[in-house]
C-alpha cells in the first residue's frame, strides 16, 4: 500500500483485465486508482439492451427491469469512464431517451470515445438525439456508429452531426447524415456524409469510403485513400489533387477509359503504398509505370494480368510485391522480379483467381525452374504462393532459396504427386490455407462449393 500510484499503475499494466478488477477489491486506494483516475481508460462501460419487436407480457416486464438496472447503477456509480459501447436492439425512442437522459451529461462528460449499435430501431429520433448531445461532450475524440439499421420514414431528413472535438468517425454505411467537424483526422462511412463540411478537411489524413464522389480539393491533405472503386475521371483528380496521398487502395477496380489515365499516378510522388484488385479497360493495352515514384515500398496488384513485363515498371524500392503470375508471363516476370527488385523482401505470386479446381483453374502451375531463380533475391524473407499446382517435389534442390526464406505461405494451393510439399529447413516457419473442395472425381459437373 505504500508503493506511489505510478508505479501501482505500471504494475496493474501487466495484469490482465480480470486480474485488475480483483486487484480494485482489495482496498478503497486501489480502486480510486483503478476507477476514478486515468487508469480508467483501460476499460470500457458497455450497455447492452434487446427487446423483443412484439414482446409477450413478461418479456417486456424483464426488459424493463433489466433497463432500470442500468438507470440505477449509472445513478450510483462514481467511475469516471473514458469509453462507451452502447448496444440496442428493438428499443422505442422513448426507452431510448430514458437511457439517454441517465448517460449525459453524467458519464458522457468524461468519454473519450462513443460506440453506438442500433438493431431494428423505429425512427432517426435517437440519432437526432446523439445529434444534440454530441456537441456538449467536450472530451470526446472517437465517434463509432457501425450498426445502425433502422426504418427511415418517408419525409426522412439528413441529419447533421456537429462536434468541436471529434477526431476520428466510422459511420454504418447507409445512414443518412453529414457531419460538421473540423478537427476530424479519419473518417470511415458514407461518402455523402463529407460533401457540406463548410471549412473543408485541413486536418483530414485517413480516408475510407465506397464511392469517391466529393470535391478532391477537401482532401488535399489525405495520406491514406480507401475506395471500393474509381472511374477515370476520379482517378484524374485525385492524381492532381491529393498529392500528399502515402497510400491508395482501391478494393476493387479502376475503370480506365483512356490509355494515358494510369501515367497520372505518376503525380502522387509520396505514395508508398498502392493496391487495387483489377484495371478494367476498353479494348486497348496500357502501361503501369511506377518507376519515378522513388518512396514507394508496397505493391498489391492484385488479379490484373500483364501479359508483357514491359506493361509494368517499378521502382527498386520495393519491399512487397503481389502480382499475379500466368503460363505466358511467369518466365518475363521471375526474370524481372529478380533483376530488378533486388530489395524485395516478401513476395506474393498470385497464379490464379479460382480456386474451385474443378472448374480447371489451367493457369496456376508453378514451374520450379523458373522460380529457382528467386534465390538471387537476397533480401527475400517471405515467399506466398496462391492458388497455384505444385508438381512433385517442388522444393527439392531449392536450398539457397529456402534457407533465407523466415515465411514460406501455401495459400489455397494444390499439391499434385507423391513428394513432400514441404520443405525441411531450420528457422523457417510454414503457412498453410487448404482449399474447401472435394475430390474432382467424387463432384458433379455443375457443382460448386462457397469457400473464404
Same mark, same amino acid.
Request: hydrophobic share 35%; aromatic share 10%.
Given at each position: ?24 477489491? %482489495? ?43 442500468? @438507470? ?80 427511415? *420514414? ?33 473518417? +470511415?462511412? *458514407?461518402? #455523402? ?22 470535391? *478532391?480539393?477537401?482532401?488535399?491533405? @489525405?495520406?491514406? =485513400? ?76 492484385? +488479379? ?12 527498386? %524500392? ?9 503460363? %505466358? ?14 530489395? =524485395? ?6 497464379? #490464379? ?51 533465407? =526464406? ?24 510454414? +503457412? ?12 458433379? +459437373? ?7
Amino acid at each position: 500500500d505504500l508503493l506511489p500510484e505510478e508505479v501501482l499503475c505500471m504494475i496493474f499494466d501487466l495484469l490482465r483485465l480480470e486480474y485488475v478488477k480483483n486487484a480494485s477489491l %482489495t482496498c478503497r486506494r486501489w480502486n480510486n486508482i483503478i476507477f476514478l483516475g486515468p487508469y480508467v481508460k483501460r476499460f470500457q462501460f458497455k450497455i447492452e439492451l434487446s427487446n423483443q419487436r412484439n414482446p409477450t407480457e413478461d418479456q417486456s416486464m424483464y426488459f424493463k427491469r433489466r433497463m432500470q438496472n442500468v @438507470v440505477d447503477y449509472v445513478n450510483h456509480t462514481k467511475r469516471c469512464y473514458r469509453q462507451l459501447s452502447l448496444t440496442l436492439e428493438s428499443i422505442e425512442p422513448d426507452y431510448f431517451q430514458s437511457i439517454w437522459e441517465c448517460l449525459h451529461p453524467k458519464v458522457t462528460e468524461n468519454i473519450y470515445s462513443l460506440k453506438l449499435s442500433l438493431y431494428d430501431v423505429d425512427s432517426q429520433d435517437t440519432i437526432r438525439l446523439l445529434a444534440e448531445t454530441v456537441p456538449l461532450m467536450p472530451n470526446l475524440r472517437s465517434l463509432s456508429i457501425p450498426r445502425c439499421y433502422f426504418r427511415y *420514414p418517408a419525409d426522412d431528413q439528413t441529419i447533421v452531426l456537429r462536434s468541436s472535438s471529434v477526431q476520428c468517425v466510422k459511420l454504418e454505411e447507409r445512414m443518412k447524415i453529414e457531419i460538421d467537424m473540423p478537427e476530424l483526422e479519419s473518417y +470511415e462511412g *458514407p461518402p #455523402g456524409a463529407l460533401r457540406n463540411q463548410p471549412l473543408g478537411f485541413d486536418k483530414l489524413k485517413h480516408v475510407k469510403v465506397s464511392e469517391f464522389y466529393c470535391n *478532391p480539393c477537401q482532401f488535399r491533405n @489525405v495520406e491514406t =485513400l480507401i475506395v471500393y472503386n474509381l472511374t477515370d475521371a476520379r482517378f484524374v483528380e485525385i492524381c492532381n489533387t491529393c498529392t500528399a496521398l502515402k497510400e491508395l487502395r482501391i478494393w476493387h477496380r479502376i475503370d480506365i477509359a483512356y490509355p494515358d489515365t494510369l501515367k497520372q499516378i505518376t503525380k502522387l510522388s509520396n505514395l508508398r503504398r498502392l493496391s487495387f484488385r483489377r484495371i478494367k479497360r476498353k479494348g486497348f493495352d496500357f502501361c503501369l509505370d511506377l518507376s519515378d515514384l522513388s518512396q514507394l515500398e508496397d505493391v498489391d496488384l492484385g +488479379e490484373t494480368v500483364f501479359h508483357y513485363v514491359k506493361q509494368i515498371r517499378l521502382p527498386k %524500392t520495393i519491399r512487397y510485391l503481389r502480382v499475379r503470375v500466368t503460363d %505466358t508471363n511467369q518466365n518475363e516476370l521471375i526474370q524481372y522480379i529478380t533483376g530488378s527488385l533486388t530489395q =524485395l523482401k516478401n513476395l506474393w505470386l498470385l497464379y #490464379g483467381v479460382d480456386p474451385n479446381w474443378r472448374r480447371g483453374n489451367r493457369n496456376g502451375s508453378v514451374d520450379k525452374n523458373k522460380i529457382k531463380a528467386l534465390h538471387n533475391l537476397t533480401q527475400l524473407k517471405e515467399l506466398t504462393f496462391e492458388v497455384a499446382r505444385l508438381y512433385g517435389w517442388i522444393f527439392i534442390d531449392m536450398d539457397d532459396l529456402m534457407h533465407q =526464406l523466415r515465411v514460406l505461405r501455401l495459400w489455397l494451393c494444390k499439391h499434385d504427386g507423391d513428394g513432400p510439399v514441404f520443405p525441411m529447413v531450420a528457422n523457417l516457419t510454414i +503457412e498453410e490455407q487448404i482449399p474447401l473442395i472435394c475430390e474432382e472425381d467424387s463432384c458433379s +459437373e455443375d457443382s460448386s462449393e462457397e469457400y473464404e
